[in-house]
């Protein structure tokens, strides 16, 4: 072992907890928890005027209905209604609510104009089960809680003719019950549609002492555990009302039940570890990790637009044309894995549906994905083309970090093969004998009016990309595909990328970036493809091309901005990296959530990837250890961050250069890395159990070494000191907690 590490997780995720002292108002400011299918938005004010009131906004990922009509005719989800802290007083200030990183948990102090009410609150890691405790002191003995169905706390908006005038949700009819001393909500949507919630309370009594007039010692302690099944069956009812039954509400049966969801919490945080000398970015990314576990698991629904946080939106589903591909973009590196396998299983179960979206002529060899559907991924193929093959960039990623070569011969291979195929079917020999696509879109240049154009950006990299990596894997495997002459000859003959001298990449053949563009979609082959900045030629091409981008202001939104970071982070520009996330910072609101006519979780996930790109890389079978730090970051640490090839990396950034790596092998797959120890004049140390290593130096001053399963390998400066500890970064006086709300209390005023 040649370092240690000190990493005391329940101190250093205090830090980055997000703090709020006033209440949040709205779901732009509003404390959040989930467990990747169920979850809760909580914040006291929004198109109410209810100041007594704390809003537990329910949400679950897989309750959708039907509708008709609309741009997007799939079914759609919904709101299922919330749990409402009805308090006896208005909400004083100044509160305080805590969103408790290490066990992903709320709490909260709450004055009132009557007394003060103290809560904690969870979604539970391991049960579709919402776990809320509060004691209130005399005053507010009366605080209670109560739920709504979403008819009851914001009534559908109706034209005189009695027509709902929002497709987005459904009529619905409420049914009340109780039975067994669990009360039942039940909303119908029709077709047979609808999700049932169930819940019940517990009144625990006084706990403490009451020691005279005006003492106020006593306290008033009430617990609510609330599920959300999707259907309307006496069948959901009756599991609705196991899962709370199977809960043990004794002290000792509680305390055992909240142990567990805090050690699924505790077993997931140091998969890997990141510290910066910027504790705003540091404090984003860390809640990003929080985020991302709450928005999904290995055995749920993938993560569409808004995780399991609903609130008005005009996306509520999937899409494809970059925001599920950009929501998954962080786990890969952040070594989580394991929260991939719910988009790579939305795949697999539903393969018959994608092979059904192309037409019928191409489905013996073919599949593909529109822009956007529900979880059945029921969206024939358009204008636009490449989505599923973007989709299988991630799925190749996966594969390439765990080296997983049964997903790749049985799942990876085949669909990447049937979506290339697509392609195949579509390209035209062009007079000049090369192979060019026919009129498509290149996903949201022109935004609500969509463009054609021909060889566009988009299309002409991911077809050259998937034949590039169909050949390598059909290599891996030792297929000998009969459409491996075929990829071949496309990658020979299919068109060069439209460039135009002076701003950079084409969107397409026929259309130039002349005016503001949201998506990178013109700059794909760079990132994230990486098939575009080997050379220099190319990577001049790419530096243009972001910067005459980003000079377009006009339609440019928050993942314009993390796709920016990502790329100039590709290129090596790590100063230009940190002002594109920096500017983002202004975008995201105070609970790290981004918002625009609705949520659209991907652009934070995405900005925590940015960040990742600074500290490390891996692709083109090269990994890069800090390869685009920006200048006044003199320090960084990172610890078993994933790389291609099934690596954890370790290393540690000082007085403005790497001070030592650790890496090791998980597989035993070849290892080449690229790093500023190899510029030192007194020359470097590879060391591996002890003994010095071998290793072969290329002529990028990238290092090859060789390791076996397990094995690991420190490097280090020769003749330096040996290597230190992994440790969080000095955090910057004032900066810990800094996202929740800050406002000054006075702003909202003090009720009379």
């Known amino acids: 072992m040649y370092f240690r590490t000190d990493i005391h997780w329940p101190s250093f995720l205090s830090r980055h907890d997000m703090l709020w002292k006033t209440k949040p108002i709205s779901w732009d400011e509003g404390a959040f928890i989930g467990n990747g299918l169920l979850g809760a938005m909580i914040y006291s004010e929004e198109h109410r005027d209810q100041r007594h009131v704390l809003r537990f906004v329910l949400g679950r990922t897989d309750v959708t209905a039907s509708r008709a009509g609309g741009a997007n005719n799939f079914p759609v989800r919904v709101p299922i209604g919330e749990l409402l802290l009805e308090m ?88 009340r019950s109780e039975e067994r001393g669990i009360s039942f909500g039940v909303q119908y949507y029709g077709r047979d549609e609808g ?49 709370l039954e199977g809960i043990n509400i004794s002290e000792s049966g509680l305390h055992s039940w909240i142990s567990a969801h805090r050690q699924w919490w505790h077993d997931y945080y140091p998969a890997s570890f990141i510290s910066i000398p910027d504790m705003q970015l540091e404090s984003f990314y860390w809640i990003q990790m929080y985020k991302l576990a709450s928005a999904t698991r290995k055995d749920q629904l993938p993560i569409d637009n808004q995780g399991p ?50 037409p019928e002529p191409f489905r013996s060899d073919s599949a593909g994905l529109g822009r956007s559907s529900s979880y059945d991924l029921n969206s024939p193929v358009d204008d636009e083309i490449g989505n599923l093959t973007w989709l299988l960039h991630n799925c190749w990623r996966h594969y390439r970090y765990s080296m997983d070569e049964e997903l790749l011969r049985d799942f990876v291979y085949p669909l990447l093969r049937r979506s290339i195929c697509l392609y195949m079917h579509l390209l035209e020999e062009g007079q000049d004998g090369r192979l060019h696509l026919p009129f498509m879109v290149s996903p949201e240049y022109g935004s609500f009016k969509q463009l054609t154009t021909r060889d566009s950006h988009y299309d002409l990299s991911l077809l050259r990309w998937g034949c590039e990596t169909l050949l390598q894997a059909s290599e891996r495997l030792k297929i000998h595909d009969p459409l491996r002459s075929r990829w071949n000859d496309v990658l020979a003959r299919l068109t060069s990328l439209p460039v135009d001298p002076d701003a950079g990449y084409r969107i397409g053949k026929d259309l130039g970036l002349e005016f503001g563009h949201r998506h990178f979609s013109h700059l794909l082959a760079v990132f994230p493809l990486h098939i575009a900045s080997s050379s220099e030629e190319e990577r001049t091409v790419a530096v243009r091309t972001l910067r005459h981008w980003m000079a377009m202001e006009g339609d440019l939104r928050g993942f314009s901005f993390t796709g920016a970071a990502s790329i100039a982070a590709s290129l090596g520009m790590g100063d230009e990296a940190l002002s594109y996330l920096r500017t983002l910072m202004h975008l995201i609101k105070p609970n790290t959530m981004y918002k625009e006519a609705g949520p659209v979780i991907e652009t934070p996930l995405a900005g925590a990837e940015a960040i990742q790109d600074m500290l490390l890389q891996s692709w083109g079978n090269l990994i890069r250890v800090f390869p685009a730090v920006p200048g006044e970051w003199q320090e960084a640490v990172i610890h078993n961050l994933r790389a291609e090839g099934g690596f954890l990396v370790s290393a540690v950034y000082k007085a403005g250069r790497t001070e030592f790596i650790r890496i090791r092998s998980l597989v035993g797959e070849p290892c080449r890395l690229l790093t500023d120890l190899t510029d030192l004049e007194q020359g470097f140390m590879i060391e591996s159990q002890g003994k010095t290593l071998d290793y072969k130096m290329h002529g990028d001053q990238s290092i090859e070494i060789s390791l076996e399963p397990g094995e690991e390998a420190v490097i280090y400066a020769a003749g330096g000191r040996q290597p230190g500890e992994i440790a969080p970064i000095q955090a910057e006086p004032g900066m810990c907690n800094f996202f929740g709300g800050k406002k000054p209390w006075r702003l909202y005023g003090i009720p009379k």
């Open 309 to 358: 946080w609903m609130t008005s939106t005009p996306w509520p589903g999937l899409w494809f044309n970059m925001n599920v591909q950009m929501s998954y973009s962080l786990i890969y590196a952040a070594n989580r894995l394991e929260l991939g396998q719910s988009l790579i299983s939305s795949l697999q179960q539903n393969e018959k549906q994608l092979i059904h979206n192309v």
């Open 88 to 175: 006896e007083g208005w909400i004083y200030q100044p509160s305080e609510i805590r969103i408790d990183l290490w066990n992903a948990e709320m709490r909260a102090f709450i004055p009132t104009t009557k007394g003060e009410v103290r809560l904690r609150a969870l979604v539970h890691a391991l049960s579709p089960v919402v776990f809320i405790e509060f004691d209130a002191d005399e005053g507010e003995q009366g605080a209670k809680m109560n739920w709504y169905a979403y008819p009851e706390v914001s009534p559908i908006l109706k034209n005189a003719d009695g027509v709902n005038l929002n497709q987005y949700i459904p009529e619905t009819a409420v049914e």
């Open 195 to 243: 999700c049932t919630t169930a819940w019940k309370f517990h009144d625990f009594g006084m706990v403490g002492e009451h020691k005279g007039d005006g003492d106020h010692g006593a306290r008033y302690r009430r617990m609510c555990l609330l599920t959300v099944m999707k259907g309307v069956s006496d069948l959901d009812r009756e599991k609705a009302a196991q899962e």
